[in-house]
């Protein structure tokens, strides 16, 4: 009698959280489905009184409107697309090889002040991006990058969440692996290449995701860099195809725009989720 | 032994190449503008002619005359006061409650997906449910449910706009930290646990109290490292539901107002000003946390 009160309890407990769980997948999942179903929405649903959730009649209107009608006047959708493709895959790219070949010199080689060096790191996670954003401004101007896609780029490789993140992994790695290497005359180069990445693969794949959403949904990046609207990236494109709070007229283009904007973050982050998570088990974040 | 030492010294050069690429961009891009940035404040500087020194004025004027400036951090405090906390403490609870149930991957996935999406696009997904009018769909709800008879002014009412904006940073920002959490939770020692249980510790809750948020500091650290120069850095989500500075400035924020000083007037030495002021509230924050979470028996 007391045990199966006891079961009673704590399915009465489990179902409580299953439901409180749900709730807040509705709550977190809501814009996303919403934006969905927008961007599949024929012309006439979109304007409809009452609003619409859910679409009934699913069309391709919305990106047919954002990939041919706006593009005889204006810049075509597709360079938009193009321009964050390019400042993504060269940021990541980027970010993995420098700070991973900054983590090994950190972890697996004796450097001189190393210490003093990574702990200058930990301490720049503290800073947002905006508190950087004037001067960086003047150092990218003095570099001769300004308006360009390189200014996109450089001042983004090194990032020091994602040298923090791969230096704790590296550290995991037993130098007994590495000492036995070294005795084979395998050379630095060698250990770095042939033993510290293939070991470390899901490390760094947390760094590319990390890099890539972060890159592909940068705003004030090209909002301050960029002046010239052909290389302008999606964010900002976006932004432009809002107009204004509320308006309805391209609503159906927006949708449809923000959802190629927005999946391509989601897709890399499902395909990558349990090598991501284990990264974040194995960094004895400490 | 002079063998030895040649060998170390050749590998403290290796490291250094190793580390060249990184130190370069690090230094040029991280530490060079905040040092920049610190000089700069202390100047009138407007690109068009180099930098004059004017020691603190700028920082005299921040605090006496720029009535705006006041509003800006008013705003940014009253943003980060309510989203901060709220979105961390939710992130690490939902953390908790994820790694006891099942389907583990799907709940974190649809947990974390809001905050891999653009700001932009989702703050304007979300002016649709907040819209001012009949078509907004919290409106059109409320409306038809007959709890109001007209539409609540949602992004143009001063008073109302506070929440919005807090609700969809919620929503974009509870997944900062998440990650760490859920590797921590994962990370705990079930012996652990049971020796607590011998110790006396009777409930989930006394667990998580007692147990888990302790060996969880490192973890909670990061997170909320995170978490402060999210807050702090508020500006997209606002401006784009209502607008920089938005109606009677509800929406001015610190970033906005950096933003509208360096870029807009081209005025780069009130602007790092401004970002100092910016910096040095990011930094006493941290120290804080710093203290409260830093573990200082490992």
Redesign the interface.
Known sequence: MKIRRRLNGITAS?VF??I??IA??C??????V??VS?AFKPVDELMV???K?FTTRPSLDSFKELFTAMDSNTIPFTRYIWNSVVVSVATVAGTV???S??A???TK????G?NF?FN??VA????????????????IQN?QMLDTTWALI??K??G?YY?FLLKQNFGEIPDALLEAAKIDGCS?WGL?AKIVLPVTRPAWATAIVLSF?AS??D??GPM?YIQTQVKQT??LA??TL?GG??QVARAGA??AA?LI??LP??IV??AM??R??N???????? | MSKKRKFKDREGLVAVLFFIPFGILFLLFTILPVVISLVLSFTNYSVLQSPIWVSIDNYNYLFTQDDLFLVALKNTLTFAMFSGPIGYVMSFLVAWVINSIHFKKFFSLMFYAPSITSGLAMSVVWLYFFSPDRYGFINNFLLQAGLIDTPILWTQDPSKIVAVVVIVSVWMGMGNGFLAFLAGFQNMDAEVYEAARIDGIRNKFQELIYITVPMMKPMLLFGAINTISGSFGVYEIPMTLAGSPGPENATLTLVGHLNDYAFTRMDLGYGSAIAVILFAMTFLVGRIVFKVLGSKDE
């Open positions: 489990k959280v299953y409180f769980m807040l997948v709550f977190t999942a809501m814009p996303l919403y934006l927008s009184f009452p609003p959730f090889v420098v700070c070949m900054g090994f010199a950190l080689i004796r450097m001189p190393g060096i200058l790191i720049t996670l503290m800073f947002s991006a905006p508190v950087t954003q004037v001067a960086n401004y003047l150092v570099l450089v001042p490789i090194a020091s040298l630095y770095y959403i592909w949904n705003f004030t301050i999606l964010p976006l932004q809002q709070a509320g927006f949708a923000a904007t927005t973050t989601i982050f499902c989720q349990s991501v998570i990264t974040f088990t194995h960094s004895g974040i400490k």
